[in-house]
């Protein structure tokens, strides 16, 4: 008499069709219980504990990759923390290498070493001399421009271990350089790393 009646109501529509609606029923409070056990269950055997673990390290180790490679100060190691290590990332990254050229002369140079000829074996030693030199060469006019623009915007830190820093981060291929480069060939840097 006071009661629902019993009758579908053919009216209302599903959440599944509704805009916005997520698309699966809402679980029962049986469900979400069961559903937080599982979840917050304790391992019980050393092999559970172990496969836990490893679970949460690969999680956490990701992070800390993907985190580095994108060059947040927080995961960062200590040695590239600090706005002058973010400068000379930058300084290395914004200018031309010749190391860039190594792989590519260093295959001609194999190809040439295996053709059986003296000439142009010679002639790949001499390439192969030729680009030792000119990296050589990159990287002493790098230092002395990098420790002039280190003393120019950074007069009080100290420059101990910035040329290693530097020399290090050049003679990596771009690509494979982490924390990944900011900065595109020939990009100017801005005044302030504060």
Known sequence: MFGRSKSPDTSSTPAADKPGGKGRPT??????????KARAKVPRTRREQLAAQRRAGNESSKTVRAGMKAGDERYLMPRDKGPV?????????????????MIPLLIVTLVLGYSGSIYLVSIGNTILLGTVLLVVLDIVLMRFRLRKELVRRFPEEPLKGTTYYAVMRSLQMKFMRIPKAKVKIGQTLPETYR
């Open 27 to 36: 679980p029962t409070r049986k469900e979400a219980e069961a559903a937080a």
């Open 85 to 101: 290590r973010r400068f000379i990332r930058d300084f290395v990254d914004s200018r031309f290498s010749f190391v860039e050229l």
